[in-house]
């Protein structure tokens, strides 16, 4: 157990513990004689060396979320993007294919699907950053084009970046899928050599 009290750290330290031990050690010299006249400055080196010698404090590990952890929060924030996705204007194509891609990203977050920290880091980028840059992108784009027509329409580049994250997307869920098929023809293959 930690504790923020300098004193009260070192008291608990790994190097006061062991400069104990051998003080003790020193003391125990004591009563045979070994130590003559001196026997406080021999107690006190002995201390000293054990202190010198002790393994230096080590941090506990940060606890990190767990992929279930990560998943569920994962899966809290699309379901907040799902939300503002529901008050946004959009295109009808566009509606159509961010409810096919969010649909998607339902389903690879289900649990038991994705733990590799890789995927995870896909699925959170394409739910807390690429979807929702896309979508504000497009309405902040819309609103000036409105007000000066004649550039490109912001539409064909919110389709284009649709696209790309329902192909990442499809891409992560291609891997999953074929992680699986190899997972089932290893298991048919161990149990075909069992003979059984």
């Not at 125990?28 to 201390?47: D, E, H, Q, R």
Request: with cysteine; aromatic share 6%; charged share 25%.
């Amino acid at each position: 157990m930690a504790t923020s009290n300098p004193v009260l750290r070192y008291a608990e330290s790994r190097k006061n513990l062991t400069g104990c031990v051998c003080g003790l050690a020193g003391l125990g010299l004591v009563p045979t004689g070994a130590a003559g006249a001196l026997w406080p400055l021999v107690v006190a080196g002995l201390y000293a060396a054990g202190a010198l010698i002790a393994p230096p404090e080590r941090p506990g590990a940060p606890a990190f979320p767990s992929a279930d952890e990560q998943l569920e929060s994962l899966r809290e924030d699309l379901a907040t993007l799902r939300g503002y996705l529901a008050e946004v204007e959009l295109p009808e194509a566009s509606r159509e294919a961010l409810d096919e891609l969010a649909a998607l990203l339902d389903a690879l977050l289900e649990p038991g699907w994705v733990s590799d920290p890789e995927h995870l880091h896909v699925l959170a980028r394409a739910v807390r950053q690429d979807v929702p840059e896309a979508v504000d992108a497009f309405v902040r784009t819309r609103w000036w084009s409105r007000v000066a027509p004649g550039s490109e329409p912001p539409e064909r580049h919110l389709a284009r970046q649709l696209a790309a994250l329902r192909e990442e997307a499809g891409a992560l869920a291609a891997a999953l899928q074929e992680t699986e098929e190899l997972r089932q023809r290893a298991h048919t293959r161990y149990l075909e050599d069992r003979g059984l």
